[in-house]
């Protein structure tokens, strides 16, 4: 049994963007603890004979966009192909995810890292700009007072609590009552 998962990527990577949100499915189902690890592959190229794109010959960039195109199309993820803000610097937006993950956890960073992947392939947002950072922050935040308001919504009052169908249980010694109340369907 996998205990760990290291997932190593650049926020800018188009081919991260396109595995995200499977990635993140199987990490979550797998029960496994995720390290969530943006890398400098500026870095990592010459050590292991990779190029940046702007290096590589006419024809790989050329096929690379064919492939981006392909890919999009099988995975139904939606890609601007040659975004506004691409090739990116990325390391602001790579130290963002991790505060995020050392503040709230892997899957924050999860999302953060999706938030940023679509800026970039989708919304064609700037992520080296403070700005665009912050106003990523800011949409998590706003998930984060959805959370709250559909505890609120739901009767919650202390953590942690567990919503099954509409019916509350509180506390972690609930477990059982929530262990019952999902096998009386079986």
Known sequence: MITSIDYYFTPQSPWAYFGHARFTKMAQASKASLRVRPVDFGRVFPISGGLPLGKRAPQRQAYRLLEMQRFSEQLAVPMNLQPDFFPVQSDAAARLIIAV??????SAAMQISAALFSAVWVQQRNI???IVLAELLADVQAQYDANTDAAIAAGVFGAPSYVLDGELFWGQDRLDFVARRLNAGD
């Open 101 to 106: 993950d050392l503040h709230d956890g892997a």
């Open 128 to 130: 080296a700009d403070a």
